[in-house]
């Protein structure tokens, strides 16, 4: 059969695999390569272990890979036999050099722009899947328009909004695809290539085009807001804990204000993943370099309100025990950012394991989907770890708990079985508030739960 579309993706990871398995799920007649500098990451999308954990992944995948989907390393032919290109390779913090901690790392992306100029033989459209600080269309244009041999680029940026642990539903049925082109004659014709893939099955009122600026700002400025709900009620959880009010209530009671709504209420211990802190550092990295001091200090509150509330959990497991950890059990339930992932990049539990290992706790960690993640990141940790996937087994002989992430399966635990297999007095910390903390008071361990009263027994 021949294909009305070759598509091309450089970059394989969260966002590049499951974006591209959808497009080629709802494009059966187009054609869809996703490459990557990552051989074994290729090998991985090609076998029947997929690289990353997703919810339907699996599925959609299996359906559409060697019919419409390939993964390849071959990414100089895919350059050349692709005149769309999604470029969705990783924009990590730059850890060296001016603007180290909180700038963006553009070297992946620069590299790739040199490599599609190095490979292209005909002009292309490049649309920018990564979330980048806004004017990087214009250094792209810069790289890649610079060699004047009559092939020419046109740069599009289409943000992704999937959350992980939902992406399969959140690309099916996104709350809206954002598209920004340049204004002109090319930048609009380049622009309707690509709302044209995503009519496939996206409806035309939820495809809102813009400015090629405001739609690289808008990812940006997305996360700072998501991540301010959250460190907004966890702020105030610190609140409610000196003044006896409840956290859950008082969010009930505000999410119920419709100019305010219901979600990203949910106080715990912080947010994580590889996309929030690193956005918003780039955010206020932005605003500094463009001399907006204020707005800046403003942004970084919520990354510092975040480091506090991470801090503050291990303040009081520290305290609850009797101010030392030392030698002391404690089992983390959950080492993923969130449920339904195994991703662990900037995960709390990270920050946490770290913090209980230098006051010298033995940590026990178990999560049904992150443990290999977990390995990789504590591996040059000192300190004793012990890793169990089994959280009946991870929990016997501990002298404490501290949920990580919010899994389901943490819910339906028998804790009646757990308390009697642990070390008394039993601890328990829910850093996602998922628990039924009267319940486990009543079973007799002492409960620590977000932004509420603890229930203890002494
Ligand atoms: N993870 C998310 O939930 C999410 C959501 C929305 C947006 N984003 C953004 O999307 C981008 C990608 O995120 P991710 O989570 O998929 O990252 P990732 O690290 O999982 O994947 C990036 C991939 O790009 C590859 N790569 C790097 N340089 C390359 C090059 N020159 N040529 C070919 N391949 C190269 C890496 O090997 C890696 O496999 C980031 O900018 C991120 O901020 C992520």
Known sequence: MTMK???????????????????????PKYKITVVDINPQRIAEWNSDTL?????GLDELVLATRGKNLFFSADIAAGIRDNDIIFVSVNTPTKTFGAGAGMAADLQ?????????????????????????PVKTALTMEQILNSAHNGIFFDVL??????????????????????????????????????????????????????????????????????AQRISSI?????????????????????????????KFLNASVGFGGSCFKKDILNLVYLCRSYGLDEV??????????????????????????????????????????????GDTRESPALFIARRLLEEKAEVVISDPKALQNATIDLKDVRGSIRYVEDPYEATAGCHAIAVMTEWDLYRNLDF??????????????????????????DIGFNVYPIGKPPLTHF
């Open 5 to 27: 579309k070759n598509i091309l993706c450089i970059g394989a990871g969260y966002v590049g695999g499951p974006t591209m398995a959808m497009i080629a799920h709802k494009c």
């Open 234 to 262: 966890n702020a105030i959880s610190a609140l409610c804990e000196k003044a006896e009010a409840n956290i859950g209530e008082v969010a009930r009671a505000v999410g119920m204000d419709s100019r305010i709504g219901a």
């Open 296 to 341: 800046a200090d403003y942004w970084e509150g919520v990354v510092k309100i975040n480091e506090y509330q991470q801090n503050r959990f291990t303040m009081t497991m520290l305290k609850a025990m009797f101010n030392t950890l030392a030698a002391k059990k404690i089992c983390l339930l959950g080492f993923a950012f969130k449920a339904n992932t």
């Open 51 to 55: 690289p990353i954990y997703e919810p």
């Open 108 to 132: 992946f992306w620069e590299a790739t722009a040199r490599q599609i100029l190095q490979y292209s033989q005909s002009s292309k459209i490049v649309i920018e899947k990564s979330t980048l």
């Open 157 to 226: 940026s289409n943000p992704e909004f999937m959350a992980e642990g939902t992406a399969i539903q959140d690309l099916e049925n996104p709350d809206r695809i954002l598209i920004g082109s340049r204004e002109t004659e090319r930048g609009l014709t380049a622009r309707q290539v690509l709302v044209d893939i995503y009519t496939h099955w996206i409806p035309p009122e939820k495809i809102v085009t813009s400015n090629i600026w405001s739609s690289e700002l808008s990812k940006l400025v997305a996360n700072a807001f998501l």
């Open 416 to 441: 009646k079985r757990i308390y009697r297999t642990m070390s008394q007095p039993a601890f328990i910390f829910d850093g996602r508030n998922i628990l039924d903390h009267r319940r486990l008071f």
